[in-house]
């Protein structure tokens, strides 16, 4: 009884993990929608303006590269957010015929396909790349801007 007992006390265990886990990585996805989208709302903002900033060639270039670079991580941190749902879709129908084959009551760790899960990293690994290197380069300009400043 006492083994039983320890079963279920580890499967609560295991899903406390696993919600604090999906949560950490729903803030995570929002933090790079958050960090690209604000960064590329305010300076597509000061080049919309009647006098927009003197930049050299290379400011440009950088400002031309970090928005690049921010809009496809911002577009891959929601296709992650996408597909973290997808895989959550996968894990249940799982989960439901696992359950509905069961004829006695066990313990069933079930995971999304390996393949979504892959793909779900990768997507969202680039998405951090960008993003990060997005704020590199809209950095590099904003040095370069006010070094050419009187």
């Known amino acids: 009884m006492a ?13 406390s993990y696993v919600a604090d886990w999906g949560s950490r990585v729903n803030s995570f ?6 960090v690209s989208g604000g960064i590329l709302s305010i300076t597509v ?10 930049l050299t060639q290379s400011a440009l270039l950088a400002v031309q590269r970090s928005w690049l670079l921010l809009s496809v991580g911002l577009v891959l941190a929601l296709l992650t957010a ?12 799982r989960w439901r015929k696992q359950s ?11 995971t999304a396909p390996t393949w979504l899960r892959i793909v779900t990293w990768v997507v969202f690994g680039v998405a951090f790349v960008c993003c990060s290197a997005g704020i590199v380069c809209i950095s590099v300009a904003a040095a370069q801007l006010l070094h050419i400043r009187p």
């Open 29 to 34: 996805i929002n933090y790079l929608i958050i």
């Open 45 to 54: 903002g000061a080049f919309l303006t009647a006098r927009p900033p003197a």
């Open 3 to 15: 083994e039983q007992a320890d079963i279920v006390g580890s499967a609560s265990l295991f899903n």
């Open 100 to 110: 509905v084959r069961a004829t006695s009551p066990r313990l069933l760790t079930i």
């Open 82 to 93: 996408f597909l973290h749902i997808a895989a959550q879709a996968f894990t249940i129908a």
